[in-house]
């Protein structure tokens, strides 16, 4: 068994160079709920952990030009409890607070649910509806991206080597505004989702929508983007009309796999049911 | 490797404990600090069974590094009772039976004192929910839950 090593750096710099200097070796621990576990199962074996959770930039919640600035290592527990986000950002809230248990809430993190890659992560397809960016650190500077382009396969990321997600950028919200997230699994609480469905959206003061956002989790290799969901969404009041094209583009986009939780047939038709229903608790939630 | 060296605090008192990098705080707890009281069930975080707060957030030990507690207060079980007085969701659980073998209990317990220091007057909703993250394989729940809602209902008598 080859050595572990523990560090936890106090500042973002030392973090950096001390993944640059394992190259590859190493892994980072936020909550550790996915890295403890895949630890103890032997699937990863590295040399070093890096706990990020001593790096001030990664810590707390911040308000900024109107939006949220959400650490990377910050616990879904404390997202729940910030009066701000839970205003701002409901479908983002509720979707950290599907993720495991109350003990996994207060260690997991929205950085590791992104990092760690799962195609079910219940926060992905919630902050990719809120159209979140995230900063990341690395050798070569700081870059700023688009949650949505951060996982490209089941435990892949875009991200370069050596480089660290720090912060989650949320946007400030127009007037009008609201955003959902909703989960499906075959029991009430602590499993994996086999469809989950996140919209965010704005109406105009008549009710119309004036813009949208749908993604879906748990029915591709990665979280989709549903571009023809959120137009679909555009220009309505959500009518009948409205969301019959939003469940047909749920529908269309899926590419799930048949595994215990859910066969294809059943994920491509809970896939359009649940766009469908978050897109209408967005709404009222718009509707305040 | 050299084993780590932690100062934390367990149950109120400052504690010193070596450990290697990979051990859990539930193992430190068991192994080097002789506090058993806290279980190991699946060690992957689904069962509750290891549960204790961190810095008052409930919290899997088996999910925490014996190197992270560093500075942080771990509260356990084995601090729940006042001396020889038991928590009155201990004394609860004995009086309702709210426990078959006992693996469970100690997480069950935890994890309920952490929901009514936060919500002193849950809904059975509320606490089936909170309690999702603790499995009782002699399938106390009903039992554990009605404990739950009366010790709360009596907390709140005795505060009022």
């Known amino acids: 068994m080859n050595a572990l090593t523990y560090e936890s750096p106090g500042s973002l710099d030392e973090a950096v160079k001390m993944l640059a200097v394992a190259n590859g070796d190493a892994k980072l621990l936020a909550g550790g709920t996915d890295l403890l576990v895949q630890l103890r199962m032997g699937m990863i074996q590295p040399k070093l952990i890096i706990d990020i959770k001593k790096i001030p930039e990664l810590s707390g919640i911040k308000e900024e030009n109107g939006g949220y600035r959400v650490g990377a290592s910050v616990s879904g527990a404390v997202v729940g409890e910030h009066a701000g986000m839970v205003g701002a950002w409901p479908g983002v809230v509720e979707a950290l607070e599907l993720i495991g248990s109350t003990q996994i809430q207060g260690r997991a993190t929205m ?21 979140a960016l995230c900063t990341i650190v690395g050798p070569n500077g700081r870059r700023e ?17 050596g480089e660290i997600v720090i912060d989650f950028f949320f946007p400030a919200r127009p007037a009008n505004s609201g955003d959902a997230y909703l989960r499906f699994i075959p029991r009430t609480e602590m499993d994996i989702a086999v469809v989950g469905a996140g919209v965010s959206l704005t109406l105009d003061d008549a009710g119309v929508c004036t813009a949208a956002r749908v993604a879906l989790g748990a029915v591709a290799p990665t979280q989709l983007v549903l571009e023809d969901g959120a137009a679909a969404l555009i220009g309505s009041k959500l009518d009948g009309a409205a969301m019959e094209k939003l469940d047909a583009a749920a529908r269309a986009a899926c590419r799930p796999i048949t595994d215990k939780r859910g066969t294809i047939e059943y994920r491509i038709k809970v896939a359009g049911v649940l766009a469908r229903r978050a897109a209408k608790i967005a709404q009222q939630r718009a509707e305040g | ?113 952490s929901l009514l220091e936060r919500n002193p007057n849950p809904s059975e909703t509320e606490v089936r929910y909170w309690l999702a993250g603790n499995l009782c394989r002699c399938t106390g729940y009903d039992k554990i839950i009605r404990a739950v809602l009366e010790c709360a209902a009596d907390m709140r008598g005795a505060s009022a």
Request: hydrophobic fraction near 35%.
């Open chain 1, 111 to 131: 950085g590791g649910n992104l990092c760690n890659g799962s195609p079910a992560a219940d926060a992905v397809p919630a902050m990719i509806a809120a159209d």
């Open chain 1, 145 to 161: 991206a688009k949650v949505e382009d951060i996982i490209t396969g089941p435990g892949k990321t875009s991200l370069a080597n």
């Open chain 2, 1 to 113: 490797m050299a084993k780590m060296h932690v100062s934390t605090t367990v149950n109120g008192e400052p504690t010193e404990f070596l450990c290697e990098p990979q051990q859990t705080i539930l193992d430190v707890l068991r192994d080097e600090l002789r506090l058993t009281g806290s279980k190991e069930g699946c060690s992957t975080g689904d069962c509750g069974a290891c549960s204790v707060t961190m810095d008052g957030r409930l919290v899997c030990s088996c999910l925490v590094l014996g190197a992270e507690a560093e500075g942080h207060e771990i509260e356990t079980i084995e601090g729940m009772a006042d001396g020889d007085t038991l928590h009155p969701l201990q004394q609860k659980f004995l009086e309702r039976a709210a426990l078959q073998c006992g693996i469970c209990t100690p997480g069950f317990l935890i994890a309920a004192k």
